[in-house]
């Protein structure tokens, strides 16, 4: 079962260490669990008409957390460190 492009990403990652990856021309984004490297590649130029020259995904485990005493658990997120070719640039501020 092949997945559209916006299946595969989810939604960018804005945090401090995603706005210092930016100066080494890298995004960081949401995506699907069972998304492949290629899958997201491909996503990402589709969406963005950027071009990708490398993508590293991890899986950041779900931690335990407490909401008025009631233990609960965050479901794993997987994530993908996407580096773009020279010259093209992906501003996520404005969305798509």
């Known amino acids: 079962m092949k997945m559209s492009a916006y ?10 260490k995603a706005t210092m990856a930016s100066e080494a021309n890298q995004v ?11 899958e997201i590649k491909t996503a990402v130029e589709k969406l963005f008409n950027v071009k990708v020259r490398a993508v590293n995904t991890l899986v950041r485990k779900g931690k335990k957390k407490a909401f008025r005493g009631i233990q609960s658990m965050q479901r794993d997120t997987k994530r993908a460190i996407v580096t773009l070719e020279e010259g093209h640039s992906i501003d996520v501020t404005t969305g798509l």
């Open 7 to 16: 299946d595969v990403i989810k939604s960018p990652v804005i945090t401090e």
């Open 28 to 38: 960081i984004f949401k995506v699907a669990n069972k998304a492949s490297k290629t």
